[in-house]
């Protein structure tokens, strides 16, 4: 298209115009089907995120504002808008891809695929963790000092920092058990012991909604405590456990700093597979993006924060739901 470039820095301020991941692009398309090799074929490739910005209006080209084009870099471009060479494409790249050093190739795939490994490790320890707690300490636990204690301390649990349960995990997952950093596996460890306190304060408020009726009801047919409460008090109690737990995975979906303290703000390209493969989460892929000096990455900033309410909107949601559902009114 330009025959007229034959110098080795007009060449590379050429293809500057195109992202470095078009070859990557070609690549996988020849590894695909190896017959395109000694084809021509027209494709479209993504354009460099400076390319992207100007084309937006977010660069000016009066009097080279920000040094990133020249005069005929300018005129390049002028000439492949006019031939219809560029266009605005919705970008799937963003919803498929992990993170990247490129701004038009970053994508939050990988970050999504973190956050669900860790909440489901989450989940999977937290709610049937917190649902024993509040069932021993309302129904089967002595009144004594120790569980007034217990009790004191869940409460106070609920307040403390979330970086405090980083350094936790910093401490005892990494340090002592040598668990491997930037985990979802530790990750979720550090949210159970997070969440944990928001479960067992929400399932104890949900037994004891449960009208004391039920429970001398069952007694009086010759149930014993324990059937009662697994046949009768539990499942009339579990929409609230439902709800607070899910209220505390959102909760814990949206936490950063003690991630942080484990290593999960590592730059993580790969797309994770398992719960111990190196992995990010949104809300640190958020940070990241908003630390980063490109321009491009305020548009990915901005988009991963959508995609993380639509999360924690999603997860509120599904919360009263399963209240509206399930809830029994006396």
């Not at 997070?194 to 149930?223: C, E, F, K």
């Not at 942080?260 to 989460?281: E, H, K, N, R």
Request: charge should be positive; proline fraction near 5%.
């Amino acid at each position: 298209m330009f025959p007229d470039v034959k110098g080795r820095s007009d060449k590379r301020r050429l293809y500057k115009l195109i992202s470095s991941g078009a070859a990557f692009q070609i690549r996988e398309m020849v590894l695909t089907d190896a017959g395109l090799i000694g084809q021509q074929r027209s494709i479209w490739v993504p354009a460099d995120d400076d390319v992207d910005m100007l084309m937006k209006g977010h660069l000016s080209r009066q009097d080279d504002q920000f040094g990133r084009f020249n005069h005929q870099q300018l005129q390049w471009l002028d000439r492949l808008e006019a031939e219809k060479r560029v266009k605005k494409k919705f970008n799937v790249t963003f919803f498929t891809a992990g993170d990247s050093r490129e701004p038009e190739l970053a994508g939050v795939w990988g970050a999504v695929a973190g956050s669900f490994f860790t909440l489901l490790v989450t989940f999977m320890l937290s709610f049937p963790i917190g649902v024993a707690c509040a069932v021993y300490l309302e129904e089967f636990a002595p009144k004594n000092r120790w569980t007034d204690l217990i009790e004191v301390n869940i409460n106070n649990l609920a307040a403390v920092p979330s970086i405090v349960f980083g350094l936790l995990g910093l401490a005892v997952f990494l340090n002592f058990f040598g668990l491997p950093r930037s985990a979802p596996l530790v990750g979720g460890l550090v949210l159970t012991l997070m969440t944990l306190p928001t479960i067992i304060i929400a399932g104890r408020a949900a037994v004891q909604a449960v009208p004391p009726s039920i429970r001398d009801a069952a007694l009086g047919v010759g149930a014993s405590k324990m059937q009662t409460m697994m046949h009768h008090v539990l499942p009339l109690a579990m929409p609230g456990m439902l709800t607070g737990a899910i209220i505390g995975m959102a909760r814990a979906l949206g936490e950063t700093a003690p991630l942080l303290m484990i290593g999960m703000v590592a730059f993580i390209v790969d797309i994770p597979g398992g719960f111990t493969d190196p992995a990010t989460v949104l809300p640190v892929q958020v940070y990241l993006w908003a630390d980063s000096p490109e321009r491009a990455f305020l548009e990915r900033t901005s988009a991963a924060t959508l995609v993380l309410l639509v999360f924690l909107f999603a997860m509120n949601g599904l919360a009263v739901y399963l209240r509206k559902r399930f809830e029994r009114r006396w």
